[in-house]
């Protein structure tokens, strides 16, 4: 297929410099990795090119957003009346050489750290090293030009960047739909580009479901705003059999619907919104599934008493934190028939103890439908959350690492990123 993702199995990478994207941006607390899964998902790839002979294998990722992060420390020192050292502050917080040394431990071999000066030009330094060498850049998001909207600074630097190799490996999809220096202006100045096996997994699994499911396809979008997943669901209308919508996006659908929704999280400007997609389901016959019961509260806080609200109207002093077993019922019922599953977005409040039985128990029937053979993809970060929470993550097909990277190909969108390993 013209069209299909090449990886770094379709090139010979014997005695090639290799400069590779990976998705290092890992919780750090004290410089130390608080949590490795990023980190892990790509060394079956880096594996690959070193037992391949590579002359060296150059590595880059972004760590946090040093001037973001950075502005707000400054701003809370200001208004704390305490002064600030920019630079102290970044080099406790972004320096990616804890994370260089973290590898290191997991394979097993040295990863040269090419220094804290900031300065990209190592080109010499990388052709210094000896044959089989890792290399590990300093944070790309040092510099301005890595995030820059103007197309002729982010191609400065990757052209720089692209002097460190003949093939570019992008394995990062956590940052495959951002248009950066490192993710795809690079690809322009490399001769070959080709893809990780950490992103041939997530494309193999996230772009069927909007191209060709194994039908029935059931979608499940929870988490707070109808906003933020509006062209998500839009997308997967065109091929779910139902939409199980959750959490507390699925109260601005209630009140669409005229329902009362108590205290419940609303966007009120965003009903017309949820009307719509209501009718497009129904002239798309696909079924939406909203909350008929609910575990409601007074406020919204971890230690509030849960309510049980055996309807689907809420009185005027509760708010809907989780939804309730004839919900669940009713999910059991849905979720049963599917041969795919995608799931984005809580069905409740499962940070909290008490309202968190209903996101574990989609998160179960999501695993039953694994062990039956059906197709299950979990993508955004509290999704995620949930399903490491309930320790079920190794229960599903396909737990993606890219919170918006996984809602923008859902949206059926081109990610700049993927779209540079093209065939």
């Known amino acids: 297929m013209a069209n299909s993702i090449k990886t770094v199995k379709d090139v010979d990478l014997k005695g090639k410099r290799v400069i590779m994207r ?3 941006n890992v919780p750090m607390k004290d410089g130390l990795v608080q949590d490795d899964t990023r980190i892990v998902a790509a060394i079956p790839t880096i594996k690959y090119i070193l037992d391949h002979g590579v002359k060296s294998l150059t590595l880059m990722s972004h760590l946090g957003d040093p001037s973001k992060d950075a502005k707000k420390a400054r701003e809370k020192a200001e208004k704390d009346g305490k002064a600030f050292d920019e630079a102290a502050y970044i080099k406790g917080k972004h320096r ?61 630097l990757a052209r720089e960047l692209a002097s460190y190799g003949e093939i570019f490996v992008n394995d990062a999809f956590g940052t495959a739909h951002r248009d950066h220096a490192s993710t795809a202006s690079i690809a322009k100045f490399v001769p070959v580009s080709v893809a ?32 933020s997943k509006i062209a998500v669901l839009e997308s ?54 909203l909350p008929v019961d609910h575990i409601g509260a007074e406020t919204f806080d971890a230690g509030a008493k849960p309510v049980p609200v055996d309807g689907i109207d809420l009185p005027d002093n509760l708010m809907g934190l989780d939804v309730g077993p004839k919900t669940i019922a009713k999910y059991r019922e849905v979720l049963s028939k599917a041969k795919t599953i995608v799931w984005n977005g809580p069905v409740g409040v ?74």
Not at 196 to 208: C, I, R, T
Not at 250 to 261: D, M, W
Not at 404 to 412: C, F, I
């Open 22 to 24: 990976v998705d290092f």
């Open 96 to 156: 990616i050489a804890p994370v260089a040394a973290y590898l290191s431990s997991k394979l097993g071999k040295p990863v040269i750290f090419a220094g804290e000066d900031g300065d990209y030009g190592k080109k010499a330094f990388i052709e210094a090293q000896g044959d089989g060498a890792v290399i590990m850049l300093e944070n790309t998001r040092f510099h301005k030009e890595e995030t820059s909207k103007e197309g002729a600074e982010r191609d400065k």
């Open 350 to 423: 499962f940070e909290f103890d008490a309202f968190a039985t209903g996101t574990e128990e989609v998160a179960k029937l999501v695993a039953e439908s694994t062990g039956k053979g059906g197709i299950t993809v979990v993508g955004g970060g509290d999704s995620v959350a949930a399903v490491n929470k309930f320790h079920l993550a190794d229960k599903m097909s396909h737990v993606s690492t890219g919170g918006g990277a996984s809602l923008e190909l859902l949206e059926g969108k081109k990610l700049p990123g993927i779209e540079v390993c093209r065939g």
């Open 236 to 289: 997967l209308l065109k091929n779910a059999g139902a939409l199980v919508i959750g959490g507390g996006m699925a109260y601005t659908f209630l009140k669409a619907q005229g329902r009362k929704v108590g205290k419940s999280l609303v966007e009120d400007d965003q009903i017309d919104t949820a009307k719509s997609i209501l009718a497009a389901a129904q002239k798309a016959g696909a079924e939406i599934v």
């Open 196 to 227: 990780g096996f950490l992103m041939e997994k997530e494309v193999n699994y996230l772009e069927p479901i909007v191209t060709s499911p194994q039908k029935p396809l059931i979608a499940i979008i929870g988490g707070a705003k109808v906003s």
